[in-house]
């Protein structure tokens, strides 16, 4: 009886890739048995959706057919990342303003993240994160935290 010689070893992708050659990751989908036994499985969806130069625009995520919330990112011409929008429904009901903002050389300089309430009971939660270089290497990070004036040198 011969046996079969052992196909070369294949290196995977680490970290989830958002596309494979041929392919893109459009959905993922997951089902698990809730915490409490009394409530029904939990049915998580979450649908992603690219533009044609294969810049993912948006993530839609959905717990048992019920929308949860949209996320829609833009990028610049060089294909960086400058803004990301995510609208949150349920009890929390917010809109949440991620804007990035890249130096000369291509380094991310300030987030800026604005958080909107769409309930009268809450108030707004800004943050502004700055990212500072010294011989192209990142030196520190300073978030602001508008809401608690309380800034953080990381």
Request: glycine fraction near 4%.
């Amino acid at each position: 009886m011969q046996t079969a010689n052992a196909l070369p070893p294949v290196t995977q992708p680490s970290g989830l890739p958002n596309s494979l050659p041929g392919f893109k990751i459009t959905r993922i989908d997951s089902r698990h048995n809730s915490l409490a036994p009394q409530h029904p499985p939990v049915h998580q969806l979450k649908r992603l959706r690219y533009n044609s130069q294969n810049e993912l625009i948006s993530i839609r995520s959905t717990r048992n057919a019920i929308l949860e919330n949209t996320r829609r990112f833009t990028y610049d011409s060089q294909k960086r990342q400058i803004t990301s929008v995510e609208n949150i429904g349920g009890p929390e009901n917010e809109r949440t303003n991620v804007a990035l903002t890249y130096d000369d050389h291509g380094r991310l300089n300030e987030a800026n993240e604005t958080t909107t309430p769409m309930s009268r009971w809450r108030t707004d939660h800004n943050q502004r994160v700055e990212y500072n270089y010294t011989n192209a290497q990142l030196s520190s990070v300073t978030h602001h935290w508008n809401s608690f004036d309380d800034d953080v040198n990381i």
